[in-house]
């Protein structure tokens, strides 16, 4: 028999990353998300129809801290910390939040496919906003449609999580059927709201239905950062739980964690990102998605990195995004959620079709 005779022995399939590499590549992640950050905000607060040098805004930044700097003319100072720094810090937020929040989803439900926006809680969360703005209610003040738009995204949660169990699991046929159900039936209550609404709440109501950031302020970054900061700073808590959650809920029980208990705290902690996300941004969908799954391809699925690291780069991509919606068209802006849907889209029909396809379904 010649060596070319000789039966060709498989490849063994390549396993995954050994500890210490993911931690390594965790790491290095970590580091290049925080960069991109701290590149990409002097760059957005520059750039725009009044464009302001890198260098100013850096030496206007310095000046307000008080160690020196220089000051800007009064319309460049204006412009900097009325309209750009706002707009930014609520992209930080809300990018952060909805990374974080699709994060825990995929956690909780044990599914890749779960996403705030994609089953239904974003447009859940809107329905409680529009109907505080649709009907003029303020008797909470700023917090008034945040508290709205987490009650209504709370229930959402509940019925979601309620309707796509099934023997124990999740059940991705039945998560994106309930999903396309629950977005069916925010859109009506949201039609039938517009219907009664006068012309100035038709106005707000359609920035929730687009999403938008063109109306930042920072009484605003004020309404949304005690949501938000609750909801980041509470979620990496739970990050070892999930990965035992991961093994089957009768392995984490038999581990000591309460599944039960754990799944209803996550769930509050859910709404809250998501409703503080909303009720200033509207609905801007698929950043929960497709935020955790590039994390999780680059350095494994173990939340420990997974949920601050969907925080930092749903940060980055939100900012980029919002950077492209206002200059891409510019002197006109392009809706955020638009944009997020016409890019979040393609990915979650690829993922869709890979999913199915290892579950043995259709390809």
């Known amino acids: 028999m010649t060596v070319l005779d000789k039966p060709v022995r498989p490849e063994a399939p390549a396993g995954p990353p050994p500890p210490r590499a993911r931690r390594t590549t965790a790491w290095l992640l970590t580091g290049a998300l925080t960069a991109g950050l701290l590149v990409l905000i002097p760059v957005a607060a520059g750039t725009g129809a009044y464009p302001i040098p890198v260098g100013d ?38 990018g952060a939040s909805l990374g974080c929040a699709g994060a825990l989803m995929q956690g909780v439900f044990g ?12 447009s859940g969360a809107a329905v409680g906003a529009v109907a505080a703005i649709a009907f003029g209610l303020n008797f909470l003040g700023t917090w008034t449609v945040s508290v709205f738009a987490f009650v209504s995204g709370l229930i959402t949660v509940l019925v979601v999580y309620a309707m796509s169990r099934s023997g124990g699991r999740t059940e991705v046929v039945t998560l994106i059927l309930t999903g396309i159900a629950v977005n069916a039936f925010a859109g009506a209550l949201i039609g039938l709201f517009l219907f009664f609404a006068d012309t100035a709440a038709v106005n707000q109501i359609t920035f929730w239905q687009l999403g938008s950031l063109a109306q930042a302020t920072w009484p605003k970054v004020l309404a949304v950062l005690p949501c938000a900061a609750l909801g980041l700073g509470v979620a990496p808590l739970y990050a070892r739980r999930l990965d035992l959650l991961a093994l089957g809920e009768r392995p984490a029980r038999h581990l000591g964690v309460d599944v039960e208990r754990l799944r209803i705290v996550l769930v509050l902690v859910i709404a809250l990102l998501t409703a503080a996300a909303v009720s200033v941004a509207g609905v801007i969908g698929f950043v929960g998605l497709v935020v955790p799954h590039l994390l999780r391809m680059a350095a494994g699925p173990g939340h420990r990195f997974l949920i601050p690291g969907s925080a930092l780069l749903g940060a980055l991509v939100l900012l980029a995004a919002d950077l492209a919606a206002r200059t891409v068209a510019e002197p006109a802006e392009l809706p955020l959620g638009v944009l997020t849907a016409l890019l979040g889209s393609p990915f979650f029909f690829w993922l869709l079709r890979r999913t199915r396809r290892r579950q043995g379904g259709w390809a």
């Open 111 to 122: 599914n890749p496919l779960a996403e705030p926006g994609v089953i239904g809680v974003s």
């Open 57 to 94: 805004v850096l030496g206007s930044v310095v000046q307000r801290t008080g160690l020196g700097g220089t000051e800007l003319d009064r319309v460049a100072e204006s412009v900097l910390w009325n309209v750009r720094f706002p707009r930014i810090v609520l992209a930080l937020l809300v």
